[in-house]
């Protein structure tokens, strides 16, 4: 199959309760059209998470047994999600283990809030949801209002509409 530019690379992407359902499963599907091996990971392994729109998605593992080192880069869906998970110390070490490793670390709309607590951001150019633009620019981010901003290995966007130029960042860094 063309264009399978992605063919052993693995990405982690976080669930939990109330995640933004379209942050979530368009960045999944697209980066598994494009060849990845995409893990979901969970406070819990094999639990069903809802998200805001009601659409379920299963965990394959939990967070706390996740490695950096066996991946290729990190997506952060929004929603309400990332607030809960941004408290457990396991996800902030990880996500700075993305980050100390110059792996892929791609936040969406409220994902940001991840990245902002683990203290990744500091000096790097991100844009996210209107909502937390405060809190970015708290946290020593460079804020800008565009649809996707790539900062070598660091990707970010705004909201749901945005997922189409979020997508083709991840692929540019993944690539």
């Known amino acids: 199959m063309a264009g399978l530019e992605l063919s052993g690379k693995r990405v982690l992407t976080f669930v939990g309760d109330i995640y933004e359902d379209l942050e979530l499963w368009y960045p999944k599907l697209r980066l598994i059209e494009a060849g990845a091996e995409v893990v979901v990971a969970g406070p819990e ?15 394959d593992v939990s967070i706390a047994e996740m490695k950096a080192a ?24 990880l996500v700075r283990d993305f980050a100390d490793s110059s792996k892929l670390v791609a936040a969406i709309c409220h994902g940001g809030w991840i990245p902002i607590s ?15 633009k405060d809190d970015l620019i708290n946290a020593g981010a460079i804020w800008e209002d565009s649809p ?10 705004r909201k749901p509409d945005d997922l189409p130029d979020f997508c083709r960042g991840m692929l540019q860094v993944l690539g």
Do not use: W
């Not at 683990?118 to 937390?132: D, M, W």
């Open 70 to 93: 066996e991946f290729d880069g990190l997506v952060v869906p929004g929603g309400f999600m990332p607030d809960k998970l941004r408290r457990d110390p396991a996800v902030l070490q």
């Open 45 to 59: 392994a094999g639990t069903v998470y809802a998200g805001k729109n009601g659409y379920p998605c299963q965990s």
């Open 148 to 157: 996707v901003v790539i900062d070598r290995h660091f990707v970010s966007s």
């Open 118 to 132: 683990a203290k990744v951001y500091e000096g790097v150019r991100v844009t996210g949801s209107p909502g937390i």
